[in-house]
């Protein structure tokens, strides 16, 4: 913890880790706090050329990770992958979801590729639901890359649509950046629709609408131009902060898992620690 808000270590900051192992490595890094992934959509996304291929933990795996947590002192914050397709069952989400609760989770991620406005909000609603059964809320996700909720806007929208306590916004620096929107934009929303923020570190503050690269090579918080204070800012104070940084060029030239996290871990505490301190 650090400012008063939670630190969680996000499984995609090392994919190529099986998550017991991941556990372990973060409480190695300093984080005693991890987001993994309990479900992949069998379905190629909207504008994916395949499937995803995420470390998800299954049932079997249940007990492996308990102990890893026992050992470790670590417990599972945010559980993913649970998009609204257009034609999603979601229903099809109850094992996953049900998983994360046992994990500990207390918190399932969605997207929205789903660009039937009415359609999406009863998905979402019927999400929510699901997710609330296992002691989860549900927070979405906005990025200019998913069409059904491209911007902070529109997932401000979604937020009020769905009209439930328990569903809110994550707070991506990285999309909100690429969105074209500002910290201002963020703080002027009020930090009621925010359930959560995801720290990591850019160049340049440009919009874009496609951005894969990037989201998969991200810059270390503070190595960047990001104004990240000032987004992190727009939360609430208590707030879990996910330390997402995923950087494929940096694993592939050589730098090991546990160094990349150790790093991610320290810068996150550092711009934490300078906003403690302004």
Wanted: proline share 5%.
């Amino acid at each position: 913890m650090a400012d008063g808000r939670p630190l969680v270590l996000h499984q995609i900051t090392a994919m190529d880790v099986p998550p017991p192992e991941f556990a372990r490595m973060a409480a190695e890094a300093g984080c005693d706090q991890i987001s993994v992934f309990t479900n992949c959509p069998d379905a190629i996304l909207p504008g994916q050329s395949a499937r995803l291929d995420f470390p998800t933990i299954s049932a079997l795996m249940l007990r492996e990770m308990r102990a890893a947590f026992a050992d470790n002192g670590v417990r599972v914050n945010g559980v993913e992958y649970f998009p609204i397709l257009a034609d999603v069952d979601v229903a099809d989400y109850r094992a996953g979801l049900a998983l994360g609760g046992e994990l500990g989770g207390v918190r399932a991620v969605t997207h929205i590729h789903d660009t039937d406005e009415a359609r999406a909000v009863d998905s979402i609603g019927r999400l929510c639901e699901l997710a609330a059964a296992q002691g989860l809320s549900l927070g979405v996700e906005f990025t200019p890359m998913t069409r059904g909720c491209p911007s902070l806007e529109k997932a401000a929208w979604f937020v009020d649509q769905v009209g439930r306590a328990d569903f809110a916004i994550g707070l991506d620096c990285l999309h909100l950046v690429r969105s074209g929107a500002s910290a201002d934009d963020a703080v002027q929303l009020g930090s009621r629709y925010f359930s959560n923020g995801q720290i990591c570190d850019g160049h340049g503050q440009h919009a874009a609408e496609s951005y894969i690269s990037e989201a998969h090579n991200r810059e270390l918080p503070g190595k960047g131009n990001f104004p990240l204070a000032a987004i992190l800012n727009a939360l609430p104070a208590n707030a879990p902060i996910e330390i997402e940084v995923p950087s494929a060029n940096l694993r592939a030239d050589g730098v090991s898992a546990i160094q990349h996290l150790r790093n991610a871990v320290a810068c996150s505490k550092a711009v934490l620690a300078g906003m403690a301190a302004a």
